[in-house]
């Protein structure tokens, strides 16, 4: 865990040493941004951290608590997401240590949106609703307490405060009906006296550095895995706790709801983010709560592997809980309206029509099946990865989504999620894989490390099973994935797996291709879960919508590098929905994507190694195993 730390009273004096460029606190903090979590801040940040710091640092001088820690920009543990301050003391009534969470925001003017005291919209702020600040910091508070050793069992320990130090009382008045837990406050300029009698009344005039110190270095308990909780989140959603954006994506439904079906209209939510970002938090816990509240709910994804795992887990012993959990074809003669919400996960899946070769005569149509999961459902809640399109015919991206919503007149919401969970909390890693293989712009670059993800090479497979092996036994989830280069055998007349994956003397089976267990492999919805699927390589339609904390990727001889950067190499590409009629150009496009997926299922780290030698000792250099010539 990481945060730019200094007493309230240094900070005070930083932010008023003009003397050398480099002492500016915005720079300061900036600098310490860049070289912990590999973050550039915006202008805007700046400013606000210039504005804002300063005034915190002298309300704690003014209140007699000048020794209380301040620390800027707290990166919250297996997140991206960073709180504005938390501060550290000592309680004043237990001698113990004293946490206080600060949002500071520089709103002027703010308002309930339309009536729903959770939603905010800020003056002058461009970007729709904004979660309610108190409601935003009693949801960092709790995450803290569920991560952090050091505060567990103490939720008593940390508090939470929204500081609107540019608006008047009058001007934000009725954003105090959405302050609900005594956990949380919210302060005005209109309300610095009682501010800082609330810190006086938190903190003892005592140093916070030893209550800083171990806030920072407390162990992180692992969060709660997806699946184990999924049953007890269709009857409990507190097992997860939703940060920000999340929370936000998550009112915007409820809110979407109640209005759509009382004006008997229909809103569309699209959220998007990258892997580990709380998507499929978000939809569980929209499941939950609907179903609770008795909503005509469905979830319904495009994959197998996942929509299969879900009917399991949750629904294990319970068909009602099974049938709420559905694929994108399902919805072909459903009932318009019938459903409240239908929440569409992994919507990156979704297909230009819902036909198949199966599908009889009576059935067929032009009708995109975009259309039709719109039509299904009031609130139609569309959750994907734009980057994780990796089949022909597959076209769920956001713009696509919002065109089809908009031609027909439909509200459509946005959230994007960009910033949280990415990959254990290493947004640097995943932002390296897309440059890496040409997803954004400026090229391959070398990896600078990051305390919270692991990357390394192999240099052999047998190299990189061992790793991943000794990792397994080490008590963390760990498989073994790679580009779909080798072809896929049905099982033999034995019950065993061919060994189809081979490189050299090394080889190893793909995962199942069925939902029936072969041997001692699971079946394939299981592969990534289940004890045994660390025996085969998984490729990227089972792994696809899976994390797991080590991750050990074979780039094949699809994608290889030439002449400073990666290409593709179509015809090494052993996967039949590859076909002929398959552009040259979507298939680059779907080899690449299908890179991406494999290389962001880690949550604590990920090794690679490529089959190809020159692309080997690229992928050394990048990762600094290697000195340059």
Same mark, same amino acid.
């Given at each position: 865990?990481? #945060? +730019?730390?200094?007493?309230?009273?240094?900070?005070?004096?930083?932010?008023?040493?003009?003397?050398?460029?480099?002492?500016?606190?915005?720079?300061?903090?900036?600098?310490?941004?860049?070289?912990?979590?590999? $973050?550039?801040?915006?202008?805007?940040?700046?400013?606000?951290?210039?504005?804002?710091?300063?005034?915190?640092?002298? &309300?704690?001088?003014?209140?007699?608590?000048?020794?209380?820690?301040?620390?800027?920009?707290?990166?919250?543990?297996?997140?991206?997401?960073?709180?504005?301050?938390?501060?550290?003391?000592?309680?004043? /009534?237990?001698?113990?240590? #004293?946490?206080?969470?600060?949002?500071?925001?520089?709103?002027?003017?703010?308002?309930?949106?339309? =009536?729903?005291?959770?939603?905010?919209?800020?003056?002058?702020?461009?970007?729709?609703?904004?979660?309610?600040? !108190?409601?935003?910091?009693?949801? *960092?508070?709790?995450?803290?307490?569920?991560?952090?050793?050091?505060?567990?069992?103490?939720?008593? #320990?940390?508090?939470? $405060?929204?500081?609107?130090?540019?608006?008047?009382?009058?001007?934000?008045?009725?954003?105090?009906?959405?302050?609900?837990?005594?956990?949380?406050?919210?302060?005005?300029?209109?309300?610095?006296?009682?501010?800082?009698?609330?810190?006086?009344?938190?903190?003892?005039?005592?140093?916070? !550095? &030893?209550?800083?110190?171990?806030?920072?270095?407390?162990? $992180?308990?692992?969060?709660?895995?997806?699946?184990?909780?999924?049953?007890?989140?269709?009857? =409990?959603? @507190?097992?997860?706790?939703?940060? #920000?954006?999340?929370?936000?994506?998550?009112?915007?439904?409820?809110?979407?709801?109640?209005?759509? /079906?009382?004006?008997?209209?229909?809103?569309?939510?699209?959220? %998007?983010?990258?892997?580990?970002?709380?998507?499929?938090?978000?939809?569980?816990?929209?499941?939950?709560?609907?179903?609770?509240?008795?909503?005509?709910?469905?979830?319904?994804?495009?994959?197998?592997?996942?929509?299969?795992?879900?009917?399991?887990?949750?629904?294990?012993?319970?068909?009602?809980?099974?049938?709420? +959990?559905?694929?994108?074809?399902? +919805?072909?003669?459903?009932?318009?309206?019938?459903?409240?919400?239908?929440?569409?996960?992994?919507?990156?899946?979704?297909?230009?029509?819902?036909?198949?070769?199966?599908?009889?005569?009576?059935?067929?149509?032009?009708?995109?099946?975009?259309?039709?999961?719109?039509?299904?459902?009031?609130?139609?809640?569309?959750?994907? =990865?734009?980057?994780?399109?990796?089949?022909?015919?597959?076209?769920?991206?956001?713009?696509?989504?919002? %065109?089809?919503?908009?031609?027909?007149?439909?509200?459509?919401?946005?959230?994007?999620?960009?910033?949280? +969970?990415?990959?254990?909390?290493? /947004?640097? *890693?995943?932002?390296?894989?897309?440059?890496?293989?040409?997803?954004?712009?400026?090229?391959?670059?070398?990896?600078?490390?990051?305390?919270?993800?692991?990357?390394?090479?192999?240099?052999?497979?047998? @190299?990189?099973?061992?790793?991943?092996?000794?990792?397994?036994?080490?008590? *963390?989830?760990?498989?073994?994935?790679?580009?779909?280069?080798?072809?896929?055998?049905?099982?033999?007349? &034995?019950?065993?797996?061919?060994?189809?994956?081979?490189?050299?003397?090394?080889?190893?089976?793909?995962?199942?291709?069925?939902?029936?267990?072969?041997?001692?492999?699971?079946?394939?919805?299981?592969?990534?879960?289940?004890?045994?699927?660390?025996?085969?390589?998984?490729?990227?339609?089972?792994?696809?919508?899976?994390?797991?904390?080590?991750?050990?990727?074979?780039?094949?001889?699809?994608?290889?590098?030439?002449?400073?950067?990666?290409?593709?190499?179509?015809?090494?590409?052993?996967?039949?929905?590859?076909?002929?009629?398959?552009?040259?150009?979507? !298939?680059?496009?779907?080899? /690449?994507?299908?890179?991406? $997926?494999?290389?962001?299922?880690?949550?604590?780290?990920?090794?690679?190694?490529?089959?190809?030698?020159?692309?080997?000792?690229?992928?050394?250099?990048?990762?600094?195993?290697?000195?340059?010539?």
């Amino acid at each position: 865990m990481t #945060a +730019f730390r200094h007493s309230a009273e240094s900070l005070a004096k930083l932010a008023t040493d003009d003397s050398v460029p480099e002492k500016r606190l915005s720079e300061a903090i900036a600098e310490h941004l860049r070289r912990t979590v590999r $973050v550039n801040p915006s202008p805007a940040e700046r400013r606000s951290w210039d504005r804002s710091l300063p005034l915190l640092a002298r &309300d704690l001088v003014d209140a007699g608590l000048g020794a209380v820690e301040m620390l800027v920009e707290y990166q919250l543990p297996l997140t991206s997401k960073r709180a504005d301050v938390v501060l550290a003391g000592v309680d004043r /009534r237990t001698a113990g240590d #004293a946490y206080v969470v600060v949002e500071l925001k520089q709103w002027s003017r703010a308002e309930p949106f339309e =009536d729903n005291p959770r939603l905010v919209l800020v003056e002058g702020m461009a970007g729709g609703p904004k979660l309610h600040p !108190a409601l935003q910091v009693e949801d *960092y508070c709790d995450y803290i307490s569920d991560f952090v050793g050091a505060v567990e069992g103490h939720d008593d #320990a940390i508090r939470g $405060v929204a500081y609107l130090h540019n608006a008047a009382d009058l001007d934000i008045q009725d954003l105090y009906a959405g302050v609900h837990s005594e956990r949380t406050r919210l302060f005005t300029k209109s309300r610095r006296g009682a501010f800082l009698d609330y810190l006086r009344e938190q903190f003892a005039p005592l140093p916070g !550095a &030893d209550a800083a110190d171990r806030l920072l270095n407390s162990a $992180v308990r692992p969060s709660k895995q997806l699946l184990k909780l999924a049953a007890q989140e269709i009857r =409990d959603r @507190e097992q997860f706790v939703l940060l #920000a954006e999340q929370r936000l994506a998550y009112e915007i439904v409820l809110n979407s709801v109640g209005r759509a /079906r009382g004006a008997d209209s229909k809103e569309v939510v699209i959220v %998007s983010g990258g892997p580990g970002s709380g998507k499929s938090v978000i939809a569980l816990s929209l499941l939950g709560e609907l179903s609770r509240q008795g909503r005509p709910v469905m979830h319904a994804t495009g994959s197998r592997s996942f929509t299969e795992t879900l009917r399991r887990v949750p629904g294990k012993g319970s068909s009602k809980v099974k049938n709420l +959990f559905k694929y994108f074809n399902s +919805f072909m003669t459903a009932e318009r309206n019938g459903l409240d919400v239908l929440i569409c996960d992994e919507a990156h899946r979704i297909r230009e029509t819902s036909q198949n070769r199966y599908t009889p005569a009576r059935l067929r149509s032009d009708r995109r099946q975009v259309d039709e999961l719109i039509d299904a459902a009031r609130v139609p809640v569309f959750l994907l =990865d734009e980057h994780q399109v990796v089949r022909p015919g597959e076209m769920g991206t956001v713009s696509e989504i919002r %065109s089809h919503a908009e031609a027909r007149g439909f509200r459509v919401h946005e959230v994007s999620l960009d910033g949280q +969970f990415r990959c254990g909390g290493s /947004r640097a *890693y995943e932002e390296w894989v897309l440059r890496l293989l040409g997803l954004l712009p400026g090229g391959p670059a070398l990896w600078h490390g990051d305390d919270h993800f692991e990357v390394s090479p192999a240099e052999s497979p047998q @190299e990189l099973e061992t790793l991943l092996r000794a990792k397994l036994d080490e008590g *963390y989830s760990a498989r073994m994935t790679a580009g779909y280069c080798w072809p896929w055998s049905n099982p033999l007349q &034995d019950d065993t797996l061919v060994h189809d994956v081979q490189i050299g003397d090394w080889s190893r089976p793909w995962n199942v291709k069925s939902e029936r267990a072969v041997g001692e492999a699971p079946a394939s919805s299981l592969w990534a879960t289940q004890d045994g699927g660390f025996e085969q390589v998984g490729c990227v339609y089972t792994a696809q919508g899976f994390e797991y904390d080590w991750n050990g990727v074979i780039i094949g001889p699809d994608l290889v590098y030439r002449d400073g950067r990666l290409v593709t190499v179509r015809k090494a590409s052993k996967d039949p929905a590859l076909t002929r009629s398959t552009a040259d150009e979507q !298939a680059d496009r779907l080899i /690449r994507n299908t890179y991406k $997926v494999l290389l962001t299922r880690g949550m604590v780290g990920t090794a690679l190694f490529s089959t190809d030698q020159e692309t080997q000792l690229f992928l050394r250099e990048l990762m600094g195993h290697i000195s340059h010539t």
